[in-house]
């Protein structure tokens, strides 16, 4: 089974960038449709973005135009480029994949922090 790990976050002043890494071992990751989620202290968790199989690409209304999710299969890798990044983008970010209608196991997710 296709196991994913989040990398990538840190602290970042508010205006900035980070790219987030989510890579897959234990199988190929071209045939998955991946999402990005987010859980800010004290919410609950949010879906971000997604990429498909076929490279389509969707966002939540609030990182439109600032975040880019792409996928390289030969690195076994998705990216989330986040830009212009916000205070409230403070979260520990996810990736994940659904497995006949369930996603996998949630992993450690990856912290990014904004400071204003």
């Known amino acids: 089974q296709v196991q994913l790990v989040e990398s990538g976050g840190g602290l970042v002043q508010a205006g900035g960038s980070l790219r987030l890494s989510c890579v897959a071992s234990?199988?190929?990751?071209?045939?998955?449709?991946i999402d990005w989620y987010r859980q800010a202290p004290g919410k609950q968790r949010e879906w971000v973005s997604s990429?498909?199989?076929?490279?389509?690409?969707n966002y939540a209304g609030s990182v439109v135009g600032r975040f880019t999710i792409s996928r390289d299969n030969a690195k076994n890798t998705v990216y989330l480029q986040m830009n212009s990044l916000k205070p409230e983008d403070t979260a520990v970010y996810y990736c994940?994949?659904?497995?006949?209608?369930?996603?996998?196991?949630w992993g450690q997710g990856t912290q990014v922090t904004v400071s204003s």
């Open positions: 994940n994949y659904q497995h006949g209608g369930v996603y996998d196991s």
């Open positions: 234990g199988g190929t990751l071209s045939f998955l449709d």
């Open positions: 990429i498909s199989r076929g490279r389509n690409a």
